[in-house]
């Protein structure tokens, strides 16, 4: 069920904010603060160390010497918060991993730090998620 409210806004914060709501092709006001409040929500949740879901991408030169070894034993270390890892040859040098990731927000982060940091890992990102109910 839909709730109504109202807020107060300064003209000019108004007209950024309708700004990015076209920017970002929000069909009206309250799409857009749904989804800023629900990201407002998962943000809390991974501060507070709840079960979080998340995203940890990286491309890499897979002729680094030893790489593709210390990425496979990282996963291995923290194999239980792995859900499934996807790899695909972007080209002859390069590669791109996806690792879909489930467990408590710091050892979550802590598993894509390490990932993201290893000598050879060309870019890299952790995305963020919750299994909160309150996301509906």
């Known amino acids: 069920m839909l709730k109504r409210f109202s807020i107060s806004l300064e003209e000019d914060l108004l007209e950024g904010f309708d700004s990015y709501v076209n920017q970002h092709g929000y069909s009206n006001r309250s799409e857009a603060v749904r989804d800023l409040i629900r990201k407002a929500l998962i943000t809390d949740e991974w501060a507070s160390d709840s079960e979080v879901v998340g995203v940890v991408t990286m491309v890499y030169d897979h002729h680094?010497?030893?790489?593709?070894?210390?990425?496979?034993?990282?996963?291995?270390?923290?194999?239980?918060?792995?859900?499934?890892?996807?790899?695909?040859?972007?080209?002859?040098?390069n590669c791109l991993e996806v690792t879909?990731?489930?467990?408590?927000?710091s050892k979550v982060q802590d598993l894509s730090g390490r990932l993201i940091a290893l000598r050879g890992v060309k870019d890299g990102s952790l995305t963020m998620s919750s299994t909160g109910g309150h996301l509906i």
């Open 100 to 105: 879909i990731v489930k467990g408590i927000a």
């Open 64 to 93: 680094k010497s030893q790489l593709q070894e210390r990425i496979t034993e990282l996963q291995h270390d923290f194999y239980e918060l792995i859900t499934s890892t996807t790899h695909i040859h972007m080209d002859h040098h």
